[in-house]
């Protein structure tokens, strides 16, 4: 399995938001993270970094 877990970027901490997804679309102001189960999350956030290997998705929130 390929999926990874995402994690917000706050106040120098990680914060998992969402385990498992399978898919990550930018829509409008921030990202939508869909799991495997069919789960939907949307935050506003961007994409601050991906490790691949250790299958983590790293979100930063976005300022308004």
Do not use: W
């Not at 679309?25 to 970094?49: C, H, M, T, W």
């Amino acid at each position: 399995m390929c999926e990874a877990n995402a994690y917000l970027i706050e106040d120098n901490d990680n914060k998992l938001i969402m385990e498992a997804v399978d898919t990550v679309e930018p829509e409008g102001d921030g990202i939508r993270l869909v799991n495997i189960f069919g789960d939907q999350k949307f935050i506003k956030a961007s994409v601050y970094s991906l490790s691949l290997v250790d299958h983590k998705i790293f979100l930063k929130p976005r300022n308004c």
